[in-house]
């Protein structure tokens, strides 16, 4: 009926799965690391006391926690 070899697959997937995990753990961290510093960053900016500097970063902060509710 059909040439396709499932065996492929089978030999494949432990090996596949090692990778894909390994790649969202790599991608996890750099993005908890990313939003860390980032985080940090625009907390910095809404202490400051350059009016413009805090005002840029509070209407960054509080555009992108009215993003939800905007999509919803």
């Known amino acids: 009926m059909s040439d396709f070899d499932f065996d492929v697959i089978h030999r494949s997937l432990g090996y596949l799965f090692l990778d894909g995990m390994v790649f969202t753990l790599k991608l996890t961290l750099l993005s ?41």
Do not use: D
Not at 38 to 55: D, V, Y
């Open 32 to 72: 908890a690391l990313g939003g860390l510093v980032l985080g940090t960053f625009l907390a910095i900016c809404r202490l400051s006391t350059n009016p413009i500097l805090s005002k840029v970063s509070g209407i960054y902060v509080n555009t992108l926690r009215a993003l939800p509710l905007i999509l919803v």
